[in-house]
Antibody, heavy 120, light 108 residues
Framework: QVQLVESGGGVVPPGRSLRLSCAASGFTFSRHGMHWVRQAPGKGLEWVAVISYHGTNTYYGDSVKGRFTISRDNSKNTLYLQMNSLRSEDSALYYC?????????????WGQGTLVTVSS | SYVLTQPPSVSVAPGQTARITCGGDNGGTRNVHWYQQKPGQAPVLVVY???GRPSEIPERFSGSNSGNTATLTISWVEAGDEADYYCQVWHSPTDHWVFGGGTKLTVL
């Protein structure tokens, strides 16, 4: 079965960096676009970034562009999010999400999330 | 940036029909997706591309789109349907994925 397992979250001071990982299994990872979506405590969902199935194309939400970098290693079935210059407003649960595929831009599988807290 | 607008809350009695709307600015929305999120859980896709339904989702969940407004309809509402519901689209001019603000469904 499809599994997405995030890791790398934690408590970090403002201005520092953090790298999230997402281990994928149960499907052909290299055939799907992958996203990061975040949710601040008690708030709604916010799209963060997307990377195409081959890794060539990436796009970012306005609030993280220039600070975050999404990447993937298809040989390791792993998705990454490098987060630099972290701010308190980046504190959230970060979900790794699979895009359904060429037939739809929807998200058909979500991980359980990894919590990032930016605080001094 | 593109904005999707949802009502903050909808309340309905068990057995009744709940309708949650999602409006896009600039007059239109296309290929709208809907997610259900229960407390402490990751979101689950319930409708994709306006009216598609994943095989594991009950037929009570359906979607429609008039072009200006997309609607998630939940028929024969049950207590277990109480959750937050989010609409989403891919905004092709910017290659951004956009979520609505979410609607809290309360089953009275």
């Amino acid at each position: 079965q499809v599994q997405l397992v995030e890791s790398g979250g934690g408590v970090v001071p403002p201005g520092r960096s953090l790298r999230l990982s997402c281990a994928a299994s149960g499907f052909t990872f290299s055939r799907h676009g992958m996203h990061w979506v975040r949710q601040a405590p008690g708030k709604g969902l916010e799209w963060v970034a997307v990377i195409s199935y081959h890794g060539t194309n990436t796009y970012y939400g306005d609030s993280v562009k220039g600070r975050f970098t999404i990447s993937r290693d298809n040989s390791k079935n792993t998705l990454y999010l490098q987060m630099n210059s972290l701010r308190s407003e980046d504190s959230a649960l970060y979900y790794c999400v699979r895009e359904m595929g060429t037939e739809s831009s929807s998200y058909d599988f979500w991980g359980q999330g990894t919590l990032v807290t930016v605080s001094s | 940036s593109y904005v999707l607008t949802q009502p903050p809350s909808v309340s309905v009695a068990p057995g009744q029909t709940a309708r949650i709307t999602c409006g896009g600015d600039n007059g239109g929305t296309r290929n709208v997706h809907w997610y259900q999120q229960k407390p402490g859980q990751a979101p689950v896709l319930v409708v994709y591309d306006d009216r598609g339904r994943p095989s594991e989702i009950p037929e009570r969940f359906s979607g429609s789109n008039s072009g200006n407004t997309a609607t998630l309809t939940i028929s024969w509402v049950e207590a277990g349907d109480e959750a937050d519901y989010y609409c989403q689209v891919w905004h092709s001019p910017t290659d951004h994925w956009v979520f609505g603000g979410g609607t809290k469904l309360t089953v009275l």
